[in-house]
């Protein structure tokens, strides 16, 4: 980059330079003419920001239209016991028995396009980890919420959902379209080698049965 910076200046001034550098007469010029050659990067992060505040709002407005259902998440965290959060499940230490268990499972929806209609949700870790995972997690009921984002964004409360089953390979929900056009986004967008997902089937469990 400073390469780059270097020999845009020497074009500019209109002189290579010499072992003493390139000297600007007018800098202020210079990097006004810069800014404008790079005037898209510079305004991505504003962007994301104008982005972010329109997320926020229509976040509260869903919030507001049904707020048994919609709790900050700052809010949830603050009412659980001390927990570790893996993969989106809040582990405690259960003392009474000697264990883990998870309290619950935050949902980012981006990263899960299967589980609203399936209850199959997305981790993308080996099948080791997973294992270990679900072992940890108990076989009980948990409250999962949906969302993106933390502190005062406010996630919706799906229900409560027991873990069933990590989906095989060759099962029928790995092809299925709303997956691959998510997987193929994460590859556009990053360029770290992709682990999983394993899919991973869950049950919604009703109050009366959860006596």
Not at 50 to 75: E, H, S, Y
Not at 85 to 96: I, P, T
Not at 118 to 145: K, M, N, S, W
């Amino acid at each position: 980059m400073l390469q780059e910076l270097h020999a845009a200046m020497a074009a500019w001034a209109g002189c290579p330079g010499n072992s003493e550098g390139v000297f600007l007469q007018r800098p202020s010029d210079f990097l006004r003419t810069a800014a404008e050659g790079i005037s898209s990067p510079l305004r991505v992060p504003k962007q994301r920001r104008a982005t972010r505040v329109r997320a926020l709002a229509q976040n509260q407005a869903w919030a507001a239209a049904d707020p048994g259902k919609w709790f900050a998440k700052r809010d949830i965290q603050a009412a659980l016991p001390p927990c570790e959060n893996v993969r989106g499940f809040c582990l405690a230490r259960a003392e009474s028995l000697d264990s883990e268990l998870a309290t619950c499972l935050f949902l980012h929806h981006e990263q899960n396009p299967l589980f609203l209609e399936h209850a199959v949700c997305c981790i993308y870790a080996d099948d080791l980890e997973v294992e270990t995972l679900i072992q940890r997690c108990g076989q009980h009921a948990l409250p999962v919420f949906w969302g993106q984002g933390g502190g005062a964004v406010m996630q919706e409360y799906l229900g409560s959902f027991e873990i069933v089953e990590v989906l095989r390979s060759d099962h029928a929900l790995h092809e299925a379209s709303a997956l691959f056009d998510h997987l193929d986004g994460l590859r556009r967008r990053s360029r770290r080698p992709m682990i999983g997902p394993q899919l991973l089937q869950m049950k919604r469990v009703e109050l009366a049965s959860l006596g």
